[in-house]
């Protein structure tokens, strides 16, 4: 079992930064790809960038250049900078075991709570 939980989110103004975490609790050792997505109003949930080991890192083109994902020991974060209006979104922490969780919600096992983000023009 994975226990995820977020933390980080609020309201900032366009160009400023926020930097979110999530906390990975696990019953037992095991690799697994970690995400985050993130979901606006009336939108699907999409991946905005993904890690795996050392160095497997992929992020979605909107927010290549802005957006770093980086993990310490058992906390994933997400340095968000230059942010935009279009970032508003509840982000969510994702793990599973698949490699499909880079590009898509199916290679999700578990699921954080979710923590919102939302930035002003």
């Known amino acids: 079992q994975v226990h995820l939980a977020e933390s980080g989110g609020g309201s900032v103004q366009a160009g400023g930064s926020l930097r979110l975490s999530c906390l990975v609790s696990?019953?037992?050792?095991?690799?697994?790809?970690l995400a985050w997505f993130r979901q606006a109003p009336g939108k699907e949930r999409e991946g905005v960038a993904a890690i795996y080991g050392p160095s497997i890192i992929r992020y979605t083109p909107s927010v290549k250049g802005r957006f770093t994902i980086s993990r310490e020991k058992n906390v994933l974060y997400l340095s968000m900078n230059a942010v935009l209006p279009e970032d508003t979104a509840m982000y969510y922490c994702?793990?599973?075991?698949?490699?499909?969780?880079?590009?898509?919600?199916?290679?999700?096992?578990?699921w954080g709570q979710g923590t919102q983000v939302t930035v002003s023009a």
């Open positions: 696990a019953d037992s050792r095991r690799d697994l790809y």
């Open positions: 994702a793990a599973g075991s698949s490699p499909l969780l880079q590009f898509s919600i199916r290679g999700a096992n578990y």
